[in-house]
């Protein structure tokens, strides 16, 4: 369980996130909402990505207070995420499969993925969808208790959302997973909240 108490963050003044409560369960935990609703920056915070000005992320028991984010290096590891951007570090495909150790199951994301051609490429000189999609290889790769996916739908094409909506199906079962997205999600939430002027709700 990820879960996230009170959560508040300001840029320049601009509050994006403003005292949240959320919890994500094993499953496919859904967060929507329009643009600028601060879902992004919510996902990063949860992913202890993003220090929040006040608050506590509850990662899997342990806790992470705003003021006292050195906790948060000792649990980054347990929760892989994939940004709303395609950017990624400019190395070949393979030395990033490398990352998380266990080469076998990144092998095994690469190929369902369609990468496997790829392996020699400079990562940031493939096209926005093919990064999309070894993004996507890399944190199921490295998933192993939570997965937290930022538009995860985006840049991809009907195959590919094809991949992501089978695969997601296929860890709902062992992973808490957040996904983040302006419409439909590309399968069933187990939970749904609503975002919006950087407040939160459950909804149906
Ligand atoms: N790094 C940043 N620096 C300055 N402002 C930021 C930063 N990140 C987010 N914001 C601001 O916080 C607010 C919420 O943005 P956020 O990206 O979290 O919303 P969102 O719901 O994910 O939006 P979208 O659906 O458009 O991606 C916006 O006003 C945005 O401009």
């Not at 996230?4 to 994500?24: E, Q």
């Not at 329009?34 to 806790?63: C, H, Y």
């Not at 020699?120 to 998933?143: E, H, T, V």
């Amino acid at each position: 369980m990820l879960q996230g108490l009170d959560l508040w963050k300001s840029f320049n003044g601009v509050t994006a996130v403003r005292g949240v409560y959320i919890t994500l369960y094993t499953g496919i935990n859904c967060i929507k909402g329009p643009n600028g609703a601060g879902k992004s920056t919510l996902l990063r915070m949860l992913s202890l990505l993003e220090r929040p000005d006040r608050g506590t992320i509850v990662v899997f028991g342990k806790r992470v207070d705003a003021d006292r984010w050195a906790e948060a290096d000792r649990l980054r590891g347990r929760i892989a995420y994939v940004p709303q951007t395609s950017e990624l570090f400019a190395v070949s495909v393979k030395s990033l499969l490398s990352m998380c150790g266990d080469r076998a199951k990144a092998g095994k994301w690469a190929a369902y993925f369609g990468l496997t051609r790829f392996m020699d490429r400079n990562a940031m000189a493939l096209s926005p969808g093919i990064r999309r999609r070894l993004q996507l290889a890399l944190a199921l790769a490295c998933a192993k208790e939570a997965l937290l996916l930022d538009e995860p739908e985006s840049y991809l094409d009907d195959e590919a959302r094809g991949l992501l909506a089978d695969a997601l199906r296929d860890v709902a079962d062992s992973l808490v997973v957040g996904y983040v997205s302006h419409d439909e999600p590309l399968v069933p939430c187990r939970h749904s909240y609503f975002m919006s002027g950087g407040t939160i709700s459950p909804t149906q």
